[in-house]
């Protein structure tokens, strides 16, 4: 049952970026925002500091979201505990 939960969740949490917190960071960005640009940089700064490629980690977030609908949120619980260990044996 809590599994169901948090499938349906991460479901809206999706819906909600894609149709609230995405558009108003686009908005954001554009208008050059200092607080937005201040996150930017501060998250190339970490990126960089882990070492993983932004490709690999959009990669690794999609296929979990994948995961996530395909397998009702097992597959996203063991990936995300791998992905945790691969950032933390950097």
Do not use: R
């Not at 991460?10 to 050059?32: G, H, K, R, S, Y």
Request: aromatic share 8%; charged share 15%; net charge negative.
């Amino acid at each position: 049952m809590v599994k169901c939960c948090h499938f349906f969740m991460l479901q809206d949490l999706n819906f909600n970026f894609q149709t609230v917190i995405l558009p108003e960071a686009v908005t954001a960005f554009q208008a050059e925002e200092p607080s937005v640009l201040k996150i930017v940089k501060d998250l190339e700064a970490l990126l960089s500091w882990v070492g993983i490629p932004m490709d690999s980690i959009i990669e690794t977030l999609e296929q979990l979201v994948v995961n996530a609908t395909t397998l009702g949120g097992v597959a996203f619980t063991l990936s995300v505990s791998h992905l945790y260990t691969d950032i933390n044996l950097i």
